[in-house]
């Protein structure tokens, strides 16, 4: 719509003279009776009267040229500087403005909504994944075998192979191997390995590894620990995983058979469960046990002992590990037909001795004997070292007494019990 300025007439001035501060409208031209004002003077008198002109405001005709819609209230400068004020105030916004922010904020809280959903399943997904049974896992699969024979005090353990375990090496593969540990106990003591298999993920063993001194009460309170690692030739050796097994779980005779995923303990948590297995075994387990046979014969009128090993030793060398040895004496003191030494058996806390030694006595005079038997750290150049000893006769108690009972009683028969280690009973020298 074009405006143009309508000439002066005295219809469209004020009586003050001024000029009006109002636009007038010409009529359409599309009216055949209107035609265009002459640009020297008045209007011809012939014309009839033009319409009367449509009136805007100034205020209205920028606001319909330039912001086309509702027209919205101006905010002055004062509003955006609150300085000026004696407190401050917040400019305020056009309910356009409004509804946009309000509109943006709820499409970020959907937005927000469906992420938190995603968030959940991907948890979900995780969570089934870890709890699974699935053999390729992340760290791996262990398969072994275990065996109680109590006829023998023997715990068998096979290992068979590991599935699918974690690349630990540059080339993308390992060198793994098993170690095997009884917990509560002191862990050299009672550690056992298999051998190491270079450049694989799924190591096939098929190798048997033997617990000598086990009771059916250990069966109850151990529990079996086998952790895989991975062999370092120039740095330490790296931890894979580890599974465990509740021996109270497995019944005597049993062959079982388990297929276990790895899981990863903290290596700080190790630590401090071996400080809390050391600190709660009792004390009679802490030097270690050592299996004994007697046997008294009619024929020679002697009474054979047999030395045959020893398990769970306690250290004694600052390497971790011991050179143990076994001395008996029968008393009362006979002389040197009474004392008898075993050979030494380097760097090892589990000795296997296998060696016999013959009193010649009268049965009668057996009776009234005792048969000491004491567990030594060999050192060169210094006093050995005192692990634990255990006494055989009359005036002992509980499984000692009945052992030497047994003998007594049942001539010509080997008798074999597994003893613990105890301070009592040292002797004073060596």
């Not at 275990?146 to 715990?155: A, G, K, R, V």
């Not at 106990?185 to 617990?211: D, I």
């Not at 050179?323 to 030494?341: A, R, T």
Request: contains cysteine; neutral net charge; proline residues 8%.
């Amino acid at each position: 719509m074009s405006v143009s300025r309508v000439p002066p007439s005295p219809s469209h001035f004020p009586t003050g003279g001024g000029p009006s501060p109002h636009l007038s409208l010409p009529p359409s031209s599309s009216s055949p009776s209107s035609s265009p004002p002459s640009a020297g003077g008045p209007l011809s008198p012939a014309a009839p009267p033009p319409a009367s002109p449509v009136k805007i405001s100034m205020q209205e005709h920028f606001a319909i040229n330039v912001c086309p819609g509702p027209i919205l209230p101006i905010p002055q400068i004062s509003d955006f500087f609150p300085r000026f004020h004696a407190f401050p105030i917040s400019p305020p916004t056009p309910q356009r403005d409004k509804q946009d922010t309000k509109n943006k904020e709820q499409d970020r809280e959907q937005d927000r909504d469906r992420e938190g959903d995603r968030d959940k399943e991907k948890d979900r997904e995780e969570k089934e994944t870890l709890d699974s049974d699935d053999d390729d896992t992340y760290l791996g699969t262990l398969e072994f075998n275990l065996l109680f024979d109590q006829d023998n005090n023997c715990l068998h353990c096979t290992i068979h192979k590991a599935k699918g375990l974690k690349a630990m090496d540059s080339n993308g593969l390992a060198d793994p191997y098993v170690k095997l540990h009884l917990l509560p106990g002191a862990s050299k003591a009672n550690k056992l390995r298999t051998k190491t298999l270079k450049n694989t993920l799924n190591p096939v063993w098929n190798e048997t590894l033997v617990y000598h001194g086990i009771t059916a009460a250990d069966m109850t309170t151990k529990t079996l620990r086998l952790c895989v690692c991975d062999m370092d030739r120039l740095g330490r050796n790296e931890f894979i995983g580890e599974v465990r097994v509740a021996l109270k779980k497995l019944r005597e005779g049993e062959n079982k058979r388990y297929n276990m995923g790895l899981e990863r303990l903290a290596q700080t948590r190790e630590g401090n469960t071996q400080m809390v297995d050391q600190s709660s075994q009792l004390v009679e387990e802490e030097r270690g046990r050592i299996l004994v046979s007697l046997c008294y014969t009619m024929e020679k009128s002697s009474l054979v002992v047999g030395i045959i090993r020893c398990a769970h030793l306690a250290a004694m060398d600052s390497n971790g590990y011991s050179d143990p040895f076994v001395k008996i004496v029968l008393q009362p003191d006979m002389g040197k037909k009474s004392k008898y030494k075993t050979s030494v058996k380097k760097k090892t806390l589990n000795p296997e001795f296998n060696e016999e030694f013959t009193y010649e006595i009268a049965h009668d005079q057996l009776a009234k004997k005792t048969l000491e038997i004491s567990v030594w750290d060999y050192d060169l150049g210094m006093s050995n070292d005192f692990i634990g000893g255990v006494e055989l006769g009359i005036n002992a108690k509980g499984e000692q007494l009945k052992h030497w009972f047994e003998c007594l009683k049942f001539k010509g028969k080997k008798v074999e019990y597994w003893h613990t280690l105890t301070q009592q009973g040292a002797p004073n020298s060596d």
